[in-house]
Protein backbone atom coordinates (compact mmCIF):
# COMPACT_ATOMS: atom_id res chain seq x y z
CA UNK A 1 0.00 0.00 0.00
CA UNK A 2 1.31 3.18 -0.50
CA UNK A 3 1.89 5.88 2.06
CA UNK A 4 0.22 8.48 0.13
CA UNK A 5 -3.37 6.37 0.20
CA UNK A 6 -3.12 7.15 4.25
CA UNK A 7 -3.10 10.60 3.32
CA UNK A 8 -5.58 10.49 1.07
CA UNK A 9 -7.89 8.63 2.65
CA UNK A 10 -7.68 10.43 5.71
CA UNK A 11 -9.09 13.53 3.78
CA UNK A 12 -11.28 11.98 1.61
CA UNK A 13 -11.86 7.97 1.31
CA UNK A 14 -13.63 8.86 -2.27
CA UNK A 15 -10.93 10.61 -3.69
CA UNK A 16 -8.06 7.94 -2.26
CA UNK A 17 -10.42 4.92 -4.15
CA UNK A 18 -10.46 7.13 -7.40
CA UNK A 19 -6.71 7.07 -7.22
CA UNK A 20 -6.05 4.09 -6.00
CA UNK A 21 -8.22 1.78 -7.01
CA UNK A 22 -9.88 3.05 -10.34
CA UNK A 23 -6.41 4.83 -11.27
CA UNK A 24 -7.80 7.76 -11.80
CA UNK A 25 -5.56 11.34 -11.58
CA UNK A 26 -6.01 14.86 -12.64
CA UNK A 27 -3.83 18.03 -12.25
CA UNK A 28 -5.57 21.03 -10.89
CA UNK A 29 -2.95 24.24 -9.40
CA UNK A 30 -2.97 23.19 -6.17
CA UNK A 31 -1.31 19.41 -7.21
CA UNK A 32 1.00 21.97 -9.23
CA UNK A 33 2.18 23.69 -6.73
CA UNK A 34 3.22 20.20 -4.22
CA UNK A 35 4.50 19.11 -7.21
CA UNK A 36 6.47 22.25 -8.03
CA UNK A 37 7.58 21.92 -3.85
CA UNK A 38 8.53 18.67 -4.62
CA UNK A 39 10.96 19.69 -6.89
CA UNK A 40 13.16 21.25 -3.77
CA UNK A 41 13.58 16.95 -2.60
CA UNK A 42 13.07 14.63 -5.06
CA UNK A 43 16.93 14.13 -5.93
CA UNK A 44 17.97 11.40 -4.44
CA UNK A 45 20.99 12.46 -1.98
CA UNK A 46 22.52 12.45 1.25
CA UNK A 47 24.21 15.84 2.48
CA UNK A 48 25.30 17.19 5.96
CA UNK A 49 23.88 20.67 7.08
CA UNK A 50 25.05 21.85 10.88
CA UNK A 51 26.15 18.47 11.95
CA UNK A 52 22.73 16.88 10.87
CA UNK A 53 23.05 14.08 8.40
CA UNK A 54 20.31 15.09 5.98
CA UNK A 55 18.68 11.90 2.88
CA UNK A 56 16.11 13.31 0.55
CA UNK A 57 14.17 11.25 -1.19
CA UNK A 58 14.15 7.98 1.07
CA UNK A 59 13.04 4.93 0.00
CA UNK A 60 10.51 3.49 2.69
CA UNK A 61 9.06 0.59 3.28
CA UNK A 62 7.22 -2.20 6.29
CA UNK A 63 6.57 -5.64 5.93
CA UNK A 64 4.74 -5.29 9.06
CA UNK A 65 2.42 -2.96 7.68
CA UNK A 66 2.89 -3.27 4.09
CA UNK A 67 3.44 0.24 3.25
CA UNK A 68 5.99 1.41 0.45
CA UNK A 69 6.98 5.08 -0.11
CA UNK A 70 9.32 7.88 -0.13
CA UNK A 71 10.13 10.39 2.25
CA UNK A 72 10.86 13.69 1.07
CA UNK A 73 13.50 14.25 3.93
CA UNK A 74 14.84 11.71 7.17
CA UNK A 75 17.19 14.17 9.15
CA UNK A 76 19.64 11.62 11.23
CA UNK A 77 19.88 13.63 14.52
CA UNK A 78 22.71 11.29 16.51
CA UNK A 79 21.66 8.72 14.51
CA UNK A 80 17.76 9.10 15.65
CA UNK A 81 15.55 9.41 12.31
CA UNK A 82 13.45 12.57 12.00
CA UNK A 83 11.26 12.30 8.82
CA UNK A 84 10.49 15.88 7.18
CA UNK A 85 7.51 15.96 4.86
CA UNK A 86 6.90 19.10 2.52
CA UNK A 87 3.63 20.92 1.92
CA UNK A 88 2.49 24.01 -0.40
CA UNK A 89 -0.17 25.77 1.99
CA UNK A 90 0.60 27.41 4.90
CA UNK A 91 1.56 26.11 8.47
CA UNK A 92 -2.00 24.74 9.73
CA UNK A 93 -2.40 21.27 11.34
CA UNK A 94 -4.38 18.71 9.03
CA UNK A 95 -4.84 15.05 10.69
CA UNK A 96 -4.03 13.66 7.41
CA UNK A 97 -0.98 15.12 6.97
CA UNK A 98 -0.13 13.76 10.22
CA UNK A 99 -1.21 10.39 9.21
CA UNK A 100 0.94 9.94 6.49
CA UNK A 101 3.80 11.51 8.21
CA UNK A 102 3.24 8.61 11.23
CA UNK A 103 3.15 6.22 8.27
CA UNK A 104 6.51 7.22 7.36
CA UNK A 105 8.08 6.88 10.73
CA UNK A 106 6.50 3.33 11.11
CA UNK A 107 8.55 2.27 8.06
CA UNK A 108 11.80 4.12 9.70
CA UNK A 109 11.39 2.16 12.59
CA UNK A 110 11.05 -1.23 10.73
CA UNK A 111 13.68 -0.66 8.66
CA UNK A 112 16.20 0.96 11.50
CA UNK A 113 15.58 -0.63 13.92
CA UNK A 114 14.99 2.70 16.43
CA UNK A 115 12.35 4.48 17.87
CA UNK A 116 11.25 7.89 16.43
CA UNK A 117 9.03 10.11 18.28
CA UNK A 118 8.69 13.00 16.51
CA UNK A 119 9.15 14.67 12.79
CA UNK A 120 8.09 17.65 11.23
CA UNK A 121 5.92 18.80 8.45
CA UNK A 122 7.40 21.92 6.66
CA UNK A 123 4.89 24.30 5.05
CA UNK A 124 6.83 25.56 1.83
CA UNK A 125 4.59 29.20 1.54
CA UNK A 126 5.67 30.03 4.98
CA UNK A 127 8.92 28.48 5.19
CA UNK A 128 7.97 27.30 8.70
CA UNK A 129 8.08 23.43 10.17
CA UNK A 130 5.45 22.15 12.42
CA UNK A 131 6.54 19.15 14.51
CA UNK A 132 4.74 16.46 14.69
CA UNK A 133 4.98 14.15 17.90
CA UNK A 134 3.90 10.19 17.23
CA UNK A 135 1.90 9.64 20.37
CA UNK A 136 0.32 6.31 20.67
CA UNK A 137 -3.23 8.13 19.75
CA UNK A 138 -2.06 9.01 16.14
CA UNK A 139 0.13 5.72 15.94
CA UNK A 140 -3.17 3.93 16.85
CA UNK A 141 -5.01 6.26 14.35
CA UNK A 142 -2.50 5.25 11.39
CA UNK A 143 -2.35 1.85 11.86
CA UNK A 144 -6.85 1.91 11.83
CA UNK A 145 -6.04 4.10 8.76
CA UNK A 146 -3.73 1.01 7.17
CA UNK A 147 -6.77 -1.31 8.03
CA UNK A 148 -9.34 0.49 6.57
CA UNK A 149 -7.34 1.60 3.14
CA UNK A 150 -6.10 -2.28 2.73
CA UNK A 151 -9.86 -3.72 2.86
CA UNK A 152 -11.07 -0.89 0.77
CA UNK A 153 -8.41 -1.78 -1.99
CA UNK A 154 -9.04 -5.47 -1.61
CA UNK A 155 -12.99 -4.80 -2.04
CA UNK A 156 -12.42 -2.32 -5.01
CA UNK A 157 -15.06 -0.56 -3.23
CA UNK A 158 -15.79 3.17 -4.40
CA UNK A 159 -16.94 5.00 -1.26
CA UNK A 160 -19.83 7.56 -1.28
CA UNK A 161 -19.06 11.39 -2.38
CA UNK A 162 -19.36 14.05 0.33
CA UNK A 163 -20.25 16.44 -1.52
CA UNK A 164 -19.36 19.01 0.91
CA UNK A 165 -16.33 21.76 1.07
CA UNK A 166 -13.62 19.62 0.10
CA UNK A 167 -15.14 19.15 -3.41
CA UNK A 168 -14.64 22.36 -5.10
CA UNK A 169 -10.51 22.66 -4.32
CA UNK A 170 -10.75 18.53 -5.43
CA UNK A 171 -8.85 18.07 -8.25
CA UNK A 172 -10.92 14.85 -9.24
CA UNK A 173 -13.65 17.22 -8.81
CA UNK A 174 -14.85 16.06 -12.48
CA UNK A 175 -13.88 12.42 -12.23
CA UNK A 176 -16.10 12.21 -8.89
CA UNK A 177 -18.66 14.33 -9.92
CA UNK A 178 -20.06 14.51 -6.33
CA UNK A 179 -23.00 16.29 -7.10
CA UNK A 180 -24.48 13.58 -9.17
CA UNK A 181 -23.15 10.88 -7.20
CA UNK A 182 -24.85 12.58 -3.73
CA UNK A 183 -27.87 12.14 -5.91
CA UNK A 184 -27.79 8.55 -6.82
CA UNK A 185 -27.11 8.07 -3.20
CA UNK A 186 -30.55 10.28 -2.34
CA UNK A 187 -32.19 7.85 -4.56
CA UNK A 188 -31.18 4.81 -3.17
CA UNK A 189 -32.14 6.29 0.25
CA UNK A 190 -35.43 6.82 -0.64
CA UNK A 191 -36.00 3.69 -3.02
CA UNK A 192 -37.77 2.00 0.65
CA UNK A 193 -39.89 4.68 0.76
CA UNK A 194 -41.93 3.23 -2.09
CA UNK A 195 -42.74 0.35 -0.82
CA UNK A 196 -46.28 -1.41 -0.40
CA UNK A 197 -47.71 -2.74 2.73
CA UNK A 198 -50.28 -5.50 2.62
CA UNK A 199 -53.29 -3.95 2.00
CA UNK A 200 -51.90 -2.92 -1.31
CA UNK A 201 -51.73 1.00 -0.28
CA UNK A 202 -47.98 2.70 -1.02
CA UNK A 203 -47.29 4.22 2.02
CA UNK A 204 -47.60 8.11 2.30
CA UNK A 205 -43.99 9.76 2.63
CA UNK A 206 -45.52 12.47 5.16
CA UNK A 207 -46.38 9.57 7.51
CA UNK A 208 -42.75 7.51 6.87
CA UNK A 209 -40.55 6.58 9.50
CA UNK A 210 -37.39 8.23 8.05
CA UNK A 211 -38.91 11.01 6.67
CA UNK A 212 -37.15 13.37 9.48
CA UNK A 213 -33.24 11.61 8.57
CA UNK A 214 -33.81 12.23 5.24
CA UNK A 215 -34.81 15.80 5.72
CA UNK A 216 -36.69 16.59 2.59
CA UNK A 217 -40.62 17.78 2.94
CA UNK A 218 -42.25 15.85 -0.35
CA UNK A 219 -40.67 12.33 -1.60
CA UNK A 220 -40.40 14.46 -4.89
CA UNK A 221 -37.67 16.94 -3.86
CA UNK A 222 -35.70 14.10 -2.66
CA UNK A 223 -35.69 12.25 -5.99
CA UNK A 224 -34.92 15.46 -8.21
CA UNK A 225 -32.88 17.40 -5.79
CA UNK A 226 -29.45 17.98 -5.58
CA UNK A 227 -29.17 18.33 -1.57
CA UNK A 228 -26.37 18.58 0.74
CA UNK A 229 -26.13 15.45 2.80
CA UNK A 230 -28.28 15.62 6.67
CA UNK A 231 -26.71 17.47 9.53
CA UNK A 232 -24.90 14.28 10.85
CA UNK A 233 -24.62 12.04 7.89
CA UNK A 234 -21.20 11.31 6.82
CA UNK A 235 -22.41 10.94 3.31
Known sequence: ???????????CPRQCALIHVEQVFD????????????????EPGTTEEEGVCVA????????QYGLTGKADVVE????????????????RAKAHDDLQLCGQALCL????????????????RSRRRREVLFTEALREKTLETVKDVRAMLQEKRLP?????DRCPNCSLFEACMPALAERSR?????????EVPVDGAPVPYSHHKDKDLLGFDRIED???????PPKGDPG
Open 1 to 11: MPLSALEHYAY
Open 27 to 42: ENVFTLRGRAVHEHVD
Open 56 to 63: RALPLWSR
Open 76 to 91: FRNGVPYPVDYKHGPK
Open 109 to 124: EEMLGVPVSAGAIYHF
Open 160 to 164: PAPND
Open 186 to 194: VRRAVRHLF
Open 222 to 228: AVVADPK
